[in-house]
DNA sequence: TTTTCAAATAGTGCATACAAAATTGATTAT
DNA sequence: ATAATCAATTTTGTATGCACTATTTGAAAA
């Protein structure tokens, strides 16, 4: 008790991401309709109507806007408001183009700097991943292929290249919920965190950067394949 | 005259990124102080006073900080205000080890899509700066330097490694301030840049990445370095 | 019927006001 | 003397109000 209330400051190190403000709340909510598309592409979003969806008043919400705007989720047009921004297989492919590059790095990085208890960490989820591959469970599966790549990037120790990828990766999401994976890509997607996994049990951080950007690469094809073919019906 | 305004949406696709609001005015300016060091890490930055300072409202201000917050030139506490982040020699390595990443793959895509007219202005530019260095004009140096980095970025084509490297590069330019670059670093920054000429020249987009890799990988080890000598007088 | 223009309408952007939280300083107890 | 407690002050976070800008609507003129 005494001792929460004595320290005057004792988070000034600290990094207490607990933005509590209602403004980040906002922000999470606008940014989770995005991704999911339940406001889709060219959506106009006006601050009164939202405010009073939500009960809140219009300046957290416009400070929302903002941080999403930064996030290039929404546009903010001078004296008109803000719209959704699209998301089309071009915005796509350069999406993942930037995004193979840097899980390249965070690969390489981590391949050379991490400790044999986190490769055998990897290993583990890995080997988690290949049994819900086989039994085609797709929701565990992208939950667990998820956390694989954050843990390349986290194990990269850099937090820089993990900062600026989740700001990517976020509006790359946006793409994965409509993308139906075919078992093809779904089965050469294995095939390719076999090879990482590999390298990275070698130790071979040139391989691993050189598989992952691959992989990566491929995945934003596909991503833009599906984002083709949904406004394409051919 | 009729097709202007019977189109419903007609700045559809159009950018105008003309943000011509009062926050984006004061971020502006906050981040130039920032960047310059006017604003030295760890500054508390108070709304009131700032607001009363540049004779604005509270509301600009705090939008602006939520924008510098994104770019993570400062911290926003909750309930405790904003203050300036820190700037250490390890986040500058860590930060110029995405930037080489970002470039490498600009001198790639920029080398594989560039025109002949384009290579033609990088040559002119690249010919601009070796005659600054020869002359040691250092601001005019500098200023050159920025304008080709910035051109390779560009003519990667890719707007998402454009906007990525961009956000970046403010961080990293509150180093090249400090940094008194030395004569030998100097002479090697023209040797890498007259490199990477040289494979664009081929179109060797291999060599290219290679060479901008190692050549903003050095650059932010001479920024850690100035910045270690900062703190440590040695 | 089509075009032009003005008035009305709607909606943003900024300023101000207020409430909640944190910091500071003084006072009291140990 | 040190530590704890509580009130006063400062500062943030949210709400509200208002002016200015953009858009739409409708009537008048071509």
Known sequence: MTAERSAPVPAEDT???ARSSLAASVADHLRAMIVQGTLPPGTRVQVAALAASLAVSAT??????????????VELLPNRGARVLPYTADEALALFEVMAALEALA???ATMRMHAE???????RHAAMVAHHRRR?????FAVNNEIHAAVL????????VA??????LRGRRGRYNAIVDDARW?????????????????DAEAAASIWQTHVTNTGLAVAHALHRALDPA
């Open 15 to 17: 990094f207490p991401i």
């Open 137 to 141: 469970e797709r929701q565990a599966y």
């Open 187 to 203: 089965d050469q997607a294995m095939h390719e965190h076999a090879l990482l996994m590999e390298a990275m049990r070698c130790r």
């Open 164 to 169: 600026t990828h989740a700001r990517l990766e």
């Open 118 to 124: 986190d490769c055998d960490e990897l290993e583990r």
């Open 154 to 161: 986290t194990l990269s120790g850099n937090p820089d290249l």
């Open 60 to 73: 957290p919400v416009r400070e929302a806007l903002i941080i999403l705007a930064e996030d290039r989720l």
């Open 107 to 109: 690969a390489r990085l």
